[in-house]
């Protein structure tokens, strides 16, 4: 289904009185289950060599499990307080800390399925890894906050529907849009000054956020005489020597999550695989780097699923039996199909419960499918989303769509969707059914969360 857009509020401008404390790979964030590190994975590509030393790591360091998270990153958790050199030399040596100063910033989504030979679409990948190199070797971007998201979206609008701060949209006859923040415009420019035009986007932000004084992390947040404009943008492009042209309005696309899948024709296909939860045990992982093609490696996406290219999936190497076998989903209409949660209870002090338990209960006491609600949902999309959260901070909670919000509170759970309230009653179960299948629009007086 369509997204359903975060309004924008320039005219309530967020002040912040502190730097941004968001986690990294040499950053570790203490928890309540040990340290966490939090290593950003550009694009969510990652070489199975890469994949098997982050494996390699939660091992040696962490509680033996992988965390995805909601912008394709990877997350470590029960680190030891002095893991901290021995855990950024394993990461270096997997080439995943090419610029320890800028490691937090390297925050950029892409299209996971880019290259399929979908007609009329570019493959996108290349410009992403140009624009990581760009950061890379830029001093001044080191100022972005920890939360300021690059998409880059090969033009069927599944990462731009994400609410990022710079979108790149790819476009026939070798072009791309570059939209700033929640802007109805864009900036044309060739495709391979893509890259180039996004870091430049990011350093326009930086000018407009130090000239507002608000210390803003995200575009959406500056406050409205500081607003980005995309006539300014493209002046500022042509100044850098990039030919640009202001499209006022863009008709921007929105495509669907890709679904869990394990079937395809010939020896090898594109897999999907869902860990519930987005949790992995270190054996799962290991699964996944084994199928993974030696050449595609593996991409992870943020919906905490992960995109096998070129997989095998015919004998004598059945990948999609193995990963059923390890408790991996990998067939469409998964009762666990855009299930998500927070940390909760025990890792984090401020959960006021153990939401992924309670979470795998309800989906274990009949949660529906996608395809068994499609009809009651209103069609094509199936069901909302469900995010369960530990408390109000509603950590990892999906983007650019409605969603099903549970809530713990000190008297149990609350639900809402659309910003509207609903009965959770006795049985949680029987209520998530009946909220996941809610279609009513938002409204003025009840925005999406």
Aim: charged share 20%.
């Amino acid at each position: 289904m369509p997204p359903h857009r975060s309004a924008a509020s320039p005219d309530n401008p967020v002040i912040r009185d502190r730097g941004d404390a968001c986690p990294g790979a040499l950053r570790l964030h203490a928890a309540d289950d040990g340290h966490l590190a939090r290593i950003r994975i550009p694009g969510g590509l990652l070489t199975a060599h890469q994949a098997s030393l982050l494996g390699l790591a939660a091992d040696r360091f962490g509680d033996g499990h992988l965390e995805l998270t909601s912008r394709g990153n990877v997350q470590l958790r029960g680190l030891d307080e002095g893991c901290g050199a021995g855990l950024a030399g394993l990461l270096d040596a997997a080439g995943l800390l090419p610029a320890p100063g800028h490691e937090r910033v390297r925050n950029i989504v892409a299209t996971p399925l880019s290259g399929d030979g979908s007609p009329g679409r570019p493959d996108v990948l290349p410009w992403v890894r140009e624009l990581d190199r760009l950061l890379c070797a830029n001093a001044r971007v080191t100022a972005l906050s920890g939360r300021f998201l690059f998409a880059v979206d090969d033009g069927r609008g599944d990462v731009a529907a994400l609410e990022p701060d710079v979108t790149v949209l790819g476009q026939p006859r070798q072009r791309a849009l570059v939209r700033l923040g929640p802007a109805a415009g864009a900036v044309s420019v060739a495709a391979q000054d893509a890259a180039r035009a996004a870091l430049l986007a990011a350093e326009y932000f930086l000018d407009a956020a130090d000239a507002a004084g608000t210390r803003a992390w995200r575009v959406r947040e500056l406050p409205a005489e500081h607003a980005l404009d995309e006539g300014r943008f493209a002046e500022r492009l042509g100044a850098a020597g990039i030919a640009a042209e202001r499209v006022a309005e863009v008709d921007w696309p929105y495509a669907a999550p890709p679904m869990p899948r394990g079937t395809g024709a010939g020896q090898r296909a594109t897999l999907c695989v869902l860990p519930p939860l987005g949790r992995l045990t270190t054996a799962q992982w290991r699964v996944l780097v084994q199928i993974a093609d030696r050449g595609q490696g593996m991409r992870i996406t943020p919906w905490r699923t992960v995109v096998l290219p070129g997989a095998p999936v015919r004998r004598p190497v059945n990948g999609p039996a193995r990963l059923a076998a390890a408790g991996l989903i990998v067939s469409p209409d998964s009762p666990w199909e855009n299930v998500t949660s927070c940390t909760g209870r025990p890792g984090c002090a401020k959960a006021l419960a153990d939401v992924q338990a309670d979470a795998k209960a309800a989906v274990a006491a009949g949660a529906p499918t996608n395809a068994g609600a499609a009809a009651a949902a209103g069609g094509p999309g199936g069901l909302l989303p469900v995010h369960w959260s530990g408390c109000e901070r509603r950590c990892g909670h999906p983007r650019g769509t409605a969603w099903v919000d549970v809530l713990a509170t000190r008297d149990g759970y609350e639900l809402s969707a659309h910003g509207r309230p609903l009965p959770a009653g006795p049985d949680l179960a029987t209520a998530l059914r009946a909220a996941r299948g809610t279609t009513a629009e938002p409204d003025a007086d009840h925005p999406t969360q």
